[in-house]
């Protein structure tokens, strides 16, 4: 399965996008995460279902420091592209 997640909220500058990084590894997904420009940060995220659906539920908590408004969540067409789980200076 393969998603992409955009959370909205005080989620930059607050370890979102390492903790959310350090979440998916330990699920086992692979994937890329990254600031976007408008405030919000984005990810995909590949791997299995169940595995996916629980780093959503995640997101739409992060860290302690985060404060997530919503978590707005689109599946994705294609096979797995990503052999990680990374954080990318921009759009995966």
Request: net charge positive; with cysteine.
């Amino acid at each position: 399965m393969r998603r992409r997640f955009v959370v909205r909220g005080a989620v930059q500058r607050v370890n979102f996008r390492a903790a959310a990084a350090d979440q998916a590894r330990r699920l086992g997904l692979t994937g890329r995460i990254w600031n976007r420009e408008d405030g919000a940060v984005e990810c995909i995220a590949e791997g299995d279902a169940a595995a996916v659906d629980r780093f959503g539920h995640w997101l739409g908590r992060g860290p302690l420091l985060a404060r997530v408004e919503r978590v707005e969540a689109t599946e994705l067409d294609g096979d797995a592209r990503y052999r990680e789980f990374a954080i990318a200076r921009e759009r995966g």
